[in-house]
């Protein structure tokens, strides 16, 4: 091969591999991901839970917030697909609370037909939800490279399993009640508005879908472990996480211990709730009605005639979750550095 043609050669395959290399780094710059490392992690975090619904309304958030909060835990994994998009499969076991008693105790006549009702309930979610996270700040090119402080935003679907239960009733003030040891009996099974009757609807279900939104904060503390911190409400498709949704049903048409943890307004002078020392809740409204203005006389008697148990056509039930979570980063393949 003659020098000229040898020459002619080099010089090709050096514009060849310049043109490539040109092209490759334009192409990397046109996909700012295209030298990111994937990875993975685990979620274990609890906090607190509180409710929303016929018993702790939309209309007052602070209140509910502040009205027996109760607990949850959760379990999950992320998968970090880009610098800003994840994706999150976590199951949570949550707590929530409500009772007419406790959250209008301090504002009868503001929550008049709420305390007459006298209804409470507990509840034990377990929630497993996915769901898509977008982050503020972007990560490095692997885990190691993570951003320090990332602030988020998430949104996606949850599958919530629940039953909802209540106290028996109290019958005197020393904590006796005709159902030894005031015990916790679920609420479905009882039919407590007359579910499955004629002309009624059939007997809700203990399984709904939720939505889940919040945000959150993310902080590194080293390679392998993250902290966080997050805020998110649940609003489902359900209006029976509370077991109140609809009217009364006709007394003759239960039996048993349905007929007494269906209408509890005018058979309990004790808030059932409370264990120990239950407080006289129905003497307070013999009292207003005795000794009230006639407009004060006529707004109980009236709340306790009313047809109506719940807010059936408002809002659904939700919830909303606080968590504080610790976040094991998964290590990932160790590869060559790239060559420079």
């Given at each position: ?6 020459k002619q ?17 334009s ?27 016929d018993?702790a ?13 109760r ?8 998968r970090q ?33 709420q ?15 996915l ?6 700040v ?13 602030p988020?935003?998430?949104g ?14 109290v ?16 609420l ?22 939720a ?16 902290i ?12 029976y ?12 048409t ?32 013999v ?16 709340v ?37």
């Amino acid at each position: 091969m003659s020098m000229t043609k040898y020459k002619q050669v080099v010089i090709g395959a050096v514009t060849t591999c310049l043109l490539a290399g040109l092209i490759t780094e334009s192409s990397a710059q046109r996909r700012p991901n295209a030298h990111f490392a994937p990875y993975s992690s685990i979620i274990f975090g609890g906090g607190t839970s509180t409710y929303f619904g016929d018993l702790a309304g939309y209309a007052k958030p602070l209140k509910a917030l502040t009205t027996l909060p109760r607990w949850n835990l959760g379990l999950g994994y992320t998968r970090q697909f880009t610098p800003h998009f994840a994706a999150r499969a976590m199951f949570t076991w949550a707590r929530i609370a409500g009772d007419d008693y406790t959250f209008n105790k301090n504002d009868i006549e503001g929550g008049l037909a709420q305390y007459a009702r006298n209804l409470h309930f507990r509840n034990d979610l377990k929630e497993f939800a996915l769901t898509g996270i977008y982050n503020f700040v972007a990560d490095g090119r692997n885990s190691n490279s993570r951003a320090r402080l990332t602030p988020y935003i998430f949104g996606g679907l949850a599958l919530v399993a629940h039953s909802p239960e209540a106290r028996t009733p109290v019958v005197n003030g020393s904590g006796t009640d005709v159902y030894a040891g005031q015990q916790w009996v679920k609420l479905q099974p009882l039919h407590t508005e007359g579910q499955g009757q004629p002309g009624r609807d059939k007997p809700y279900s203990l399984v709904t879908v939720a939505i889940p939104v919040g945000f959150g904060v993310r902080y590194k503390l080293n390679d392998n472990f993250n902290i966080g911190a997050e805020i998110g409400f649940r609003y489902t498709f359900t209006d029976y996480l509370d077991d109140v949704g609809g009217s009364y049903p006709a007394p003759a048409t239960l039996s048993g211990i349905a007929t007494v943890m269906s209408d509890r307004r005018q058979t309990e002078q004790f808030a059932a709730r409370y264990l120990k020392n239950p407080p006289d809740r129905y003497t307070v409204l013999v009292n207003l009605y005795s000794t009230g203005t006639p407009d004060q006389r006529a707004a109980v008697a009236n709340v306790l005639s009313t047809p109506m148990r719940g807010g059936r056509g408002l809002l659904n039930d939700g919830y909303l979750l606080t968590n504080f979570s610790i976040h094991y980063i998964i290590p990932g393949k160790i590869k060559c550095p790239p060559i420079k």
